[in-house]
C-alpha cells in the first residue's frame, strides 16, 4: 500500500512521532483495539478470560499485535502491564521503534479513559 493511501489516527503521540495507520476495506476499529489494549495497561485482572479469546493476529495493526504480545509476556513474569514496563520490554525486545514511542503506550490509556467518561455521559 502507498504512503499516500496511508491515513493518520486521531490519537497521535505529542512528540511529533508518527505511528501509521493503513486504510482498509476490511472490517477494523482503531478504538476498540486502542481500548483493549489500554484497557489491559489499567486493569489486567481479566487477563485470562481476554487471552482465552483474543491473540495478537486479532489484532489489525501491527504496532497493535507488538503491544499485545508484549503485555502477553509482561503478565506471564507476573509483572502488571503499565506504560513504563512495557517500554523496558519492548525496548528489550528490540521492538520499542516499531510502536513508535512509549507517549503512543500513553495515549492508549487516555483513549481508554476518554472512551469511559464519554459513555457516561
Do not use: C
Amino acid at each position: 500500500m502507498s504512503d499516500s493511501k496511508r491515513s493518520k489516527p486521531k490519537n497521535q503521540p505529542q512528540d511529533g512521532t508518527v505511528v501509521q495507520f493503513p486504510t482498509t476495506t476490511e472490517p477494523f476499529s482503531l478504538e476498540a483495539e486502542q481500548s483493549i489494549l489500554g484497557g489491559l495497561m489499567f486493569d489486567d485482572s481479566e487477563w485470562s478470560l481476554i487471552q482465552a479469546i483474543l491473540s495478537a493476529e486479532d489484532f489489525f495493526l501491527p504496532e497493535h499485535r507488538i503491544i499485545f504480545t508484549a503485555i502477553k509476556s509482561v503478565i506471564a513474569k507476573d509483572q502488571h502491564p503499565d506504560p513504563i514496563t512495557l517500554t523496558d520490554h519492548l525496548q528489550a525486545e528490540s521492538n520499542f521503534k516499531t510502536i513508535g514511542s512509549n507517549n503512543y503506550l500513553s495515549t492508549l490509556t487516555k483513549t481508554l479513559q476518554q472512551n469511559s467518561v464519554a459513555s457516561n455521559l
